[in-house]
């Protein structure tokens, strides 16, 4: 999986290495779609929380294939993660109470917090810009807005006030749709937070969102160039390529 881990790939990892090429995210940006859209669409109950767990659990696991992190850390997310879809089912089983809910929702924040890490460690690592660079800041920011909004909904269902002014109780597609239009600095103000550490962290959240964009995002735009070889062919861009691409500064 990585370069340099010379561990034997499973049946199971070998396919998944052939069709999810080295920083290739553009496979991660669909799975972080279809969950957004699945969370957004409002449906609630203890199945759509097992939907909401093995997509996100796909979406690790496709940013650790892309991003070659090694077999050995690959097999344990697995593990990990259908340690989490068991818990989802058994969760979803034994009880809904709030907080069952709010440990779930603390379980899909850290699957979805462990991604931006292992993407930004990969293409820091590589340190090429072409447009599989741009697709993976584009996967951290869309995981920033989801990792907020689990955090939002985990103090929500789990702390001793409701998290917003206008509702009493507030589902996982309201905490996402206020986490993005945070994170995009829109500010409708149709659903605002109702005590400090929810104004605190949504003031985090638009910083981190406006900074991350007109930074990170902008300097890899502008940086991305066509890769030419000698008679106009395209260059590979596998690692090891000498020359293949633009590096950073």
Do not use: K
Not at 26 to 44: I, K, Q
Not at 173 to 191: A, Q, R
Not at 217 to 238: I, K, N, Q
């Amino acid at each position: 999986m990585a370069y340099g881990d010379n561990s034997t790939p499973s049946r199971v990892e070998a396919w998944c290495e052939a069709r999810i090429p080295a920083y290739r995210f553009g496979m991660v940006l669909v799975l972080l779609f279809a969950t957004f859209t699945f969370m957004a669409s409002g449906v609630e109950g203890a199945w759509a929380q097992v939907v909401t767990v093995v997509l996100q659990s796909l979406t690790l696991l496709a940013a650790l294939l892309a991003s070659r992190t090694g077999r050995h850390l690959f097999r344990i997310a697995a593990l990990v993660s259908l340690l989490a879809v068991v818990g989802a089912v058994v969760a979803g089983i034994v009880s809904s109470s709030d907080t069952m809910v709010g440990i779930f929702f603390a379980l899909n924040m850290l699957l979805v917090g462990a991604a931006p890490f292992v993407i930004g460690r990969a293409l820091w690592s590589r340190q090429v810009i072409d447009v599989h660079t741009v697709l993976g800041a584009i996967c951290i920011y869309v995981l920033i807005g989801m990792l907020f909004s689990f955090l939002y909904s985990t103090i929500g269902l789990l702390g001793n006030e409701n998290f917003f002014v206008q509702t009493d109780r507030a589902n996982i597609s309201e905490f996402l749709y206020f986490s993005f239009i945070t994170l995009c600095t829109v500010g409708y103000g149709d659903f605002t937070p109702a005590h400090g550490i929810g104004r605190a962290l949504a003031s985090m959240e638009a910083l981190l969102g406006q900074l991350y964009l007109v930074t990170i995002v902008a300097v890899l735009v502008s940086r991305v160039a066509p890769r030419r070889g000698e008679g106009g062919t395209a260059e590979s861009d596998e690692p090891g390529d000498a020359g293949s691409t633009r590096r950073a500064a």
